[in-house]
């Protein structure tokens, strides 16, 4: 299934406690202090159903160190009005919608392939799976929603999104200060622990593979995995 291309993916790092940790080294790990933003190439946007492409740029075992292609299952917020310095009280209203999403990440080229920025890593064609979208009004609270992350069948991912950093409203707040987020723009609001890269030892995505990311009262969305070229 094809998906629209939204104006924008604006996406949130280390914004559940424990993702940030499982990451980090742990001499050096704090919390953030202020939300971590970083953009994916709306052109990377594919919809429930289709496949997760992994082209040859991102198969790295001839690299150090050698990195996969990583699950990350995510709320998806999508805005329904142009939106500039909104107060946190008031970020509901310029929500049209929420979704489930799968922020997609090749690990090296995340890391390592682009100087320090994430983009690279995460903008490759069909690395933002996005679910189909479910009107705000059918949601009751932002901050208490049951994310799961599913891989072949097993879950790899779980928690409330109640565990956040920083609040959907928060972010909101925050990222439209002095910006105009565009209409149709799409937050991705972090992921919490449990990603490939995490485990001990790593687990990434391979050709065959099915993930699926559920949020209860959303949807569920599901993609297989296929190695292209």
């Given at each position: 299934?094809?998906?629209?291309?939204?104006?924008?993916?604006?996406?949130?790092?280390?914004?559940?406690?424990?993702?940030?940790?499982?990451?980090?080294?742990?001499?050096?790990?704090?919390?953030?202090?202020?939300?971590?933003?970083?953009?994916?190439?709306?052109?990377?946007?594919?919809?429930?159903?289709?496949?997760?492409?992994?082209?040859?740029?991102?198969?790295?075992?001839?690299?150090?160190?050698?990195?996969?292609?990583?699950?990350?299952?995510?709320?998806?917020?999508?805005?329904?009005?142009?939106?500039?310095?909104?107060?946190?009280?008031?970020?509901?209203?310029?929500?049209?919608?929420?979704?489930c999403?799968?922020?997609?990440?090749?690990?090296?080229?995340?890391?390592?392939?682009?100087?320090?920025?994430?983009?690279?890593?995460?903008?490759?064609?069909?690395?933002?799976?996005?679910?189909?979208?479910?009107?705000?009004?059918?949601?009751?609270d932002?901050?208490?929603?049951?994310?799961?992350?599913?891989?072949?069948?097993?879950?790899v991912?779980?928690?409330?999104?109640?565990?956040?950093?920083?609040?959907?409203?928060r972010?909101?707040?925050?990222?439209?200060?002095?910006?105009?987020?565009?209409?149709?723009?799409?937050?991705?609001?972090?992921?919490?622990?449990?990603?490939?890269?995490?485990?001990?030892?790593?687990?990434?995505?391979?050709?065959?593979?099915?993930v699926?990311?559920?949020?209860?009262?959303?949807?569920?969305?599901?993609?297989?995995?296929?190695?292209?070229?």
């Open positions: 299934m094809t998906a629209s291309r939204p104006p924008a993916i604006l996406c949130i790092g280390k914004n559940y406690a424990d993702h940030a940790a499982e990451l980090a080294d742990p001499g050096t790990f704090k919390l953030p202090e202020r939300p971590v933003l970083f953009f994916k190439n709306p052109a990377s946007v594919i919809g429930n159903g289709a496949a997760i492409e992994l082209p040859p740029v991102v198969h790295t075992d001839d690299r150090d160190p050698p990195m996969g292609v990583d699950y990350e299952g995510e709320l998806a917020v999508i805005l329904g009005c142009d939106a500039r310095d909104v107060p946190e009280a008031q970020a509901r209203e310029v929500i049209a919608a929420v979704a999403a799968n922020d997609v990440s090749q690990r090296w080229w995340q890391w390592h392939g682009s100087g320090g920025q994430w983009c690279r890593g995460k903008s490759f064609d069909t690395f933002c799976p996005l679910g189909e979208p479910t009107p705000i009004s059918a949601i009751d932002l901050q208490d929603l049951l994310l799961t992350t599913r891989l072949n069948g097993e879950v991912q779980q928690a409330s999104t109640s565990t956040m950093i920083f609040s959907v409203a972010l909101i707040s925050e990222l439209s200060q002095g910006t105009t987020l565009l209409a149709g723009s799409v937050i991705l609001t972090g992921t919490p622990a449990g990603v490939g890269a995490g485990r001990k030892p790593p687990r990434f995505m391979r050709d065959g593979d099915v699926e990311v559920e949020i209860s009262g959303v949807d569920c969305l599901s993609n297989p995995v296929r190695n292209r070229g």
